[in-house]
């Protein structure tokens, strides 16, 4: 099983950036399909992002297309998601996800999860 340690998050104004990184140990993540999960306070968690493990796919939820990029570094064993033209309506806490299975848009279960990041956007 992988291990994964998100990191990244952080406060910022709205219309801001911020790239997080979430690395794997453990495991080679290069074999792993990657996704990007968040939670907001009393809310469902929900799909963000998802990266095939061959880099040949990437999928986004509709509220964060074309604000926000997956990608991969295998060699540094990292998944990354950057996020820009941040609103308040990103905040939450960022979750990273490892699975043997292809979710384009978001599975029920994972095979490791990362302790998360909290992003918080503000006015």
């Known amino acids: 099983q992988v291990q994964l340690v998100e990191s990244g998050g952080g406060l910022v104004q709205a219309g801001g950036s911020l790239r997080l990184s979430c690395s794997g140990s453990g495991r080679a993540l290069s074999r792993c399909h990657m996704y990007w999960l968040r939670q907001a306070p009393g809310q469902e968690r929900e799909f963000v992002s998802a990266v095939h493990w061959r880099g040949i796919s990437t999928t986004y939820a509709n509220s964060v297309t074309g604000r926000f990029t997956i990608s991969r570094d295998n060699a540094k064993n990292t998944l990354y998601l950057q996020m820009n033209s941040l609103k308040p309506q990103d905040s939450a806490v960022y979750y990273c996800?490892?699975?043997?299975?292809?979710?384009?848009?978001?599975?029920?279960?994972?095979?490791?999860w990362g302790q998360g990041t909290q992003v918080t956007v503000s006015l």
């Open positions: 996800a490892a699975s043997s299975a292809w979710f384009p848009l978001g599975g029920s279960q994972y095979d490791s």
